[in-house]
């Protein structure tokens, strides 16, 4: 069941400048899809309405949606926590040369993916150069006070594994991300997160292409640990696709599931119906893939769900 609502994810389109394997977006640079400034208003308006602790932008990536900064700015006024997830190659990419400093002149928490502190392991998973390209746009983060003590500017790094098994202990792995990432290149952060990779998607037809969904399926199964119940991400958080569309889940939403589908009878539910709503009590829709978010430690949008 779900509790008080404590985060409104937003997917503000598909469109993104890398096509990573793992992505359960299926996002690309092909991708058209950007959600409309009339949705996001709605989407500030709801915000506003029901006072979510956060309000977590993501993609594709979120900055090519022409109104990302309108929101950030708005969003940021009304005095809401922000997190911008970000590949950290858009900041290489033409227009976006002042976004690092944007970001931190709003207070934004950087949410960024760098599923490796390897550069063979990330441009085997997000392409050719982008370990190089990320390392650069972490020192531009750096450089505006991302990762400096004391400087309030949070940066979080997300490891997702290579292949077809459970990401390791997140704290054993922070200690290894921070002495490389340092070491090596002088970069900064606040935390490590690690997620596990859902078989849905890209990864799940990477599975089925080496024949591997059943086993990854059953270690996912075997590894389920009750006590991540407690803790999952979809009792308190509620993902906007980008035509303005509720689901439990980002994991959902990129399936087509409705927010509390059996609730709802399985139909589609739009933001601007939820306006006046508590979802306290309300249902989750749940499926095979859910295993994912409780097997071993656990993983959610905020990383292991357990030490």
């Not at 900041?91 to 944007?102: H, K, R, V, W």
């Not at 070491?183 to 080496?210: K, S, V, Y």
Request: with cysteine; glycine share 10%.
């Amino acid at each position: 069941m779900r509790e008080a609502l404590s985060t409104v994810q937003v997917n503000l389109g598909y469109r993104c400048n890398q096509a990573c394997t793992h992505c359960h977006v299926e996002a690309g640079p092909a991708r058209t899809e950007q959600m409309s400034r009339t949705t996001i208003d709605l989407v500030l308006a709801y915000a506003l309405r029901h006072r979510p602790a956060t309000l977590d932008l993501t993609g594709g990536a979120p900055e090519l949606n022409p109104h990302f900064r309108d929101l950030v700015a708005s969003a940021r006024e009304a005095d809401l926590r922000v997190i911008d997830r970000c590949n950290l190659t858009i900041l290489e990419e033409p227009g976006q040369e002042d976004l690092a400093g944007f970001l931190a002149q709003n207070g934004v928490k950087i949410v960024a993916s760098l599923p490796c502190y390897s550069a063979s392991n990330v441009d085997a998973q997000r392409g050719r150069g982008v370990f190089d390209a990320s390392i650069r746009g972490l020192r531009q983060l750096n450089a505006a006070g991302y990762g400096t003590p004391g400087s309030g500017l949070e940066l979080d790094l997300v490891y997702n594994p290579v292949g077809a098994h459970l990401p390791p202990d997140q704290a054993g792995l922070e200690v290894t991300y921070r002495r490389e990432l340092e070491g090596a290149h002088g970069i900064r952060f606040n935390h490590l997160l690690t997620l596990t990779n859902m078989p849905i998607a890209r990864f799940r037809h990477q599975l089925e292409r080496e024949g591997k969904l059943a086993s990854y399926m059953q270690l996912l199964v075997e590894n389920f640990a009750r006590e991540n119940l407690e803790h999952l991400m979809c009792r308190s958080l509620i993902s906007i696709d980008w035509q303005g569309y509720v689901h439990d889940c980002d994991f959902n939403q990129m399936l087509g599931i409705p927010l509390g589908a059996a609730d709802n009878a399985g139909k589609r539910v739009h933001l601007e119906q939820l306006m006046t709503r508590d979802l306290r009590g309300a249902r989750v829709a749940v499926d095979s893939h859910c295993y994912g978010c409780t097997a071993g430690q656990g993983s959610s949008c905020g990383g292991a769900l357990k030490d």
